[in-house]
């Protein structure tokens, strides 16, 4: 059954690498949109008091300081794993309503039956802490799911 706010052409399964992961169901073509990041929504006020100790990588922080929680509210788009070079991204959009979407699409085409991964780059005060370490087993895998110094 699809998930609202998710393409019908993936679908939400285990994953090898994580818990769930998003897999193409069909093959896609580059930019493909997977679906939208739903969830719950913190101003960057309401953001900044609020202590993120739990379902960490399903927070997804925009430009303008807003984070959303996909853990409260998402859709499948929150079971996307990390890979340290990925198929996918996340693309803000402006609404008419001058707020932002985070859409998820394809960065390439994608075989039928393979994962979708986007690259966290965390925001996070220390890249080298054990809870962000990357095991993603990618050539260049920088050993973090943190954004690098140099990315931010
Ligand atoms: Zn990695």
């Not at 493909?32 to 679906?35: A, E, I, Q």
């Not at 005060?125 to 080298?128: I, K, L, R, S, T």
């Not at 370490?133 to 973090?144: M, S």
């Given at each position: 059954m699809p998930l609202p706010g998710l393409s019908e052409a993936v679908e939400v399964r285990d994953s090898a690498v994580h818990g769930r992961g998003v897999f193409a169901r069909d093959g896609l073509a580059r930019h493909?949109?997977?679906?939208i990041y739903e969830g719950r929504r913190y101003t960057a006020a309401q953001a900044r008091r609020r202590?993120?100790?739990?379902?960490?990588?399903y927070v997804f922080g925009l430009s303008d300081g807003t984070v959303i929680d996909g853990a409260q509210g998402g859709n499948g788009t929150r079971h996307l794993n990390h890979r340290c070079r990925p198929n996918c991204e996340a693309v803000e959009v402006r609404r008419a309503d001058g707020g932002l979407d985070i859409v998820i699409r394809t960065t390439r085409r994608v075989a039928a039956g393979r994962e979708l991964f986007i690259d966290y780059a965390l925001d996070v005060?220390?890249?080298?802490a054990p809870e962000y370490?990357?095991?993603?087993?990618?050539?260049?895998?920088?050993?973090?799911m943190a954004a690098m110094p140099a990315t931010r």
């Open positions: 493909h949109v997977v679906g202590r993120w100790d739990h379902g960490l990588t005060d220390d890249p080298g370490r990357c095991r993603c087993g990618a050539r260049g895998c920088r050993g973090t």
